[in-house]
């Protein structure tokens, strides 16, 4: 079984109807991945908590390149 090595980003909700649980699978299957669970949300969390969002993707982005 071929196995995903890029880094991933698995952004959920805390009331997402997957959420945290899912997540945290994802997260066990994919042996360079990061989990952020942002608490205000559900399903769409780049619309119910913008700044905490991007500033999450922003940051796991300029880790990389930097």
């Known amino acids: ?3 995903l090595k890029m880094p991933t980003l698995i952004i ?6 997957i959420g945290p ?10 042996p360079n991945s990061k ?3 942002l608490p ?3 399903h769409v969390p780049f619309y ?3 700044d ?3 500033a999450s993707f ?3 982005l300029f880790a990389r390149v930097g």
């Open 1 to 3: 079984m071929t196995r």
């Open 12 to 17: 959920t909700g805390t009331h997402d109807e």
């Open 21 to 30: 649980a899912c997540a945290l699978r994802m997260n066990n299957a994919l």
């Open 35 to 37: 989990v952020i669970v």
């Open 40 to 42: 205000n949300s559900s």
């Open 48 to 50: 119910e908590e913008p």
């Open 52 to 54: 905490d969002y991007f």
């Open 58 to 60: 922003k940051s796991f």
